[in-house]
């Protein structure tokens, strides 16, 4: 039986000193059938281990309804036949710029300010939870013969809290659940934070970007013993819609790393290999140096400025960070497995069809409710969409400013059926006064919930009410769309479409709604790439305009579209989705929701898996929530590797 022990001063392997050359990779944003390419892309760079988060949200969006926990095995299993050790970190919280931090709707929506904290009915859910997922992890421990040698308890908990009887607790049960590899807590260098969110018995880890020396410097104030470690080495930085990208020099963050090497420590590069946020799991922060000021979504791509981009692909930060690895290996680094090969293109797919948001929400959408007050998306059960609420303004009575108080976090709104301006959190009024008596429609949209900070939890739509002038307008209908509701194909098809050339007539209507429209895929023999066959480079793609075509599938726990036919098109490891002109919403390749695509930028092109499409015939959805394009989006091989795009420079 194989023995992994914090030692004095290192960790140990059946006694013999071992240094925990890791990176983070989130099962959960990437496609299933490219984790072994990714994790080959890890070995190659010159590291031994592999950690990812767990998000409870997508395995449990609904209580008791519990998706997929395998998933996780799945990734350890791979992890094990790729020659890595692993760390998993389960939660409950986990932050990872996902939605809600990984806690779901239900929990936060329940518990408000008790999450994260001692109060037993919190403490029993997850207590449930951590019963259904832990004994993926529990067979896969290295003392079984899995991977796993490392589990964290709570996550970055001083940056939130002092609950120590919480956190001795949660320590407790995952002991209680056959967690028997150290457990550790991760937190930033700094006092208050190690002190509120480290465990006694526990490995305290820090995270940070540079420093190491400063850093390990105020850790041993508090952990005199046991190995140096920083669990997130942040070698880049996440993108917020709307802002400036954040990059960070190559050479910098190799210097980095260097020095956290130099110090003795073991390393989590975060991220080594960052994915994308499919699905609409991509969650937001607030502003200022509280985090509890303005809002601020994030985007799509999970690229995170990583060695490894977001196609698969080597990047310069890559191949400085295998020089500095390369110095640290027990001998020769593996070769780098083959790049992965774009869709050659461009493919332009025309969107014959159109439905009304007005008619999906007839057929997706959840039964209307009314109460006094507009009901938050968490009393509407509504995790990831949008909600429509009715409210009418009575009359006679003259014109007075209309908005919404404690709006999250954007509104399309109609008086009359006729568009009056779009809301925001900063701007709740409308810019023309209404009069009564008037009917007014709000189609609210979350545009991911908060992970990190003080309003982590806070509820979506509208949250306070909406005014006419001073008045409260009561009697509020409410009506979900549910962004799963897209994973049931046979729904979608039940959506009635027609020529696209009806949005065109159907006035503000026409603006938004369900688009859809086909396109082609066939393989080519000239080169190799990274999941195909050998000698298949790249595609050939002619649009297309005819309706459903039977390619709808389901994005599940694992990222995997569950399409009819052959997934794969040898040859196309990957592709790019574009959509110039048109505003915000939602795009899906096959049924696979590839996310959110919004002109606000600073991301262009959504990508799209490799083994979503397949040859022949495939299907794309486009969801415009604000002001469509022309009825065309633009297929091809994907943003260009090391892009060279002007950013804030992260030191």
Same mark, same amino acid.
């Given at each position: ?525 000239? %080169?190799? &790439? #990274? @999941? /195909?066959?050998?000698? *298949?480079? !790249?595609?050939?793609? $002619? =649009?297309?305009?005819? +309706? %459903?075509? &039977? #390619? @709808? /599938?389901?994005?599940? *726990?694992? !990222?995997?579209?569950? $399409? =009819?036919?052959?997934? +794969?098109?040898? &040859? ?80």
């Amino acid at each position: 039986m194989t023995d992994f022990t914090v030692g004095d001063d290192c960790f140990r392997l059946d006694g013999k000193p071992v240094r925990l050359l890791s990176g983070a990779l989130h099962y959960f944003r990437v496609h299933e059938a490219q984790w072994e390419h990714r994790l080959a892309m890890l070995a190659a760079m010159g590291l031994n281990c592999v950690e990812t988060y767990v998000p409870w949200n997508l395995h449990e969006p609904r209580e008791g309804e519990v998706r997929d926990v395998g998933a996780l095995g799945r990734f350890l299993d791979a992890v094990e036949r790729a020659g890595l050790w692993a760390i998993v970190r389960p939660g409950p919280y986990i932050c990872a710029e996902w939605e809600n931090g990984g806690l779901p709707v239900w929990v936060t929506g329940r518990f408000g300010r008790r999450v994260r904290t001692r109060d037993a009915a919190y403490r029993a859910v997850v207590e449930r939870w951590f019963r259904e997922l832990l004994p993926q992890v529990v067979r896969r421990q290295v003392s079984r013969g899995g991977p796993v040698v490392l589990v964290q308890a709570e996550n970055e908990y001083g940056s939130y809290g002092s609950d120590a009887v919480y956190l001795e607790w949660l320590a407790g049960l995952l002991r209680q659940c056959g967690v028997t590899v150290p457990l550790f807590t991760s937190d930033g260098p700094e006092d208050h934070m190690l002190t509120g969110g480290s465990v006694p018995g526990l490995l305290a880890t820090a995270n940070f970007g540079s420093g190491a020396r400063e850093g390990f410097k105020v850790l041993r104030r508090h952990q005199p013993g046991g190995p140096l470690m920083c669990m997130e080495f942040w070698c880049g930085w996440f993108d917020h819609w709307g802002a400036e990208p954040v990059r960070r020099d190559p050479e910098q963050a190799a210097g980095a790393l260097r020095e956290i090497l130099e110090c003795g420590a073991s390393v989590n590069v975060y991220m080594a290999h960052g994915g994308t946020n499919f699905g609409g799991w991509a969650g937001a922060n607030r502003s200022g140096p509280h985090q509890d000021e303005s809002f601020q979504p994030t985007v799509t791509s999970y690229d995170y400025d990583a060695p490894v981009d977001e196609y698969g692909r080597a990047t310069e930060k890559f191949r400085l960070f295998r020089e500095v690895l390369e110095a640290y290996a027990e001998g020769p680094l593996p070769a780098l497995p083959p790049e992965p090969v774009g869709l050659a293109g461009p493919v332009r797919v025309e969107l014959a069809e159109w439905a009304s948001l007005g008619d999906v929400l007839e057929v997706l959408g959840d039964p209307e409710t009314e109460s006094g007050v507009p009901a938050t998306f968490e009393e509407l059960g509504v995790d990831r969409g949008l909600v429509r609420y009715r409210v009418a303004v009575p009359g006679p009575r003259q014109a007075y400013p209309l908005g919404a108080s404690g709006l999250r976090d954007r509104a399309v709104v109609s008086v009359d059926g006729v568009r009056a301006g779009v809301l925001t959190e900063e701007s709740g009024t409308l810019p023309e006064p209404v009069a009564g008596p008037a009917e007014v429609e709000l189609w609210v949209e979350s545009l991911g919930r908060v992970n990190y900070g003080p309003r982590l939890g806070e509820p979506k739509g509208v949250t306070g009410g909406v005014l006419h002038e001073r008045q409260y307008l009561h009697g509020v209908r409410a009506r979900g769309l549910r962004l799963d509701a897209f994973d049931d194909a046979g729904a979608v098809a039940a959506v009635p479409f027609g020529p696209v050339a009806g949005a065109a007539g159907a006035g503000d209507a026409g603006r938004t709604g369900l688009f859809r429209g086909t396109f082609t895929v066939e393989g080519t023999a000239s %080169a190799s &790439g #990274a @999941s /195909g066959d050998p000698g *298949a480079s !790249g595609a050939s793609g $002619a =649009s297309g305009a005819s +309706g %459903a075509s &039977g #390619a @709808s /599938g389901a994005f599940d *726990a694992s !990222g995997a579209s569950t $399409a =009819s036919g052959t997934p +794969g098109v040898p &040859g196309v490891d990957h592709a790019g989705v574009e959509l110039p002109g048109w505003t915000r919403g939602f795009v899906w390749v096959n049924g696979f929701c590839l996310g959110r695509y919004w002109s606000a930028g600073p991301q262009r092109t959504l990508y799209v898996p490799g083994p979503v499409l397949r040859g022949g015939v495939n299907e794309v959805w486009v969801l415009e929530l604000e002001d469509a394009g022309e009825p065309r989006v633009e297929l091809g091989p994907g943003a260009p590797a090391d892009t060279d795009a002007p950013g804030v420079v992260q030191r």
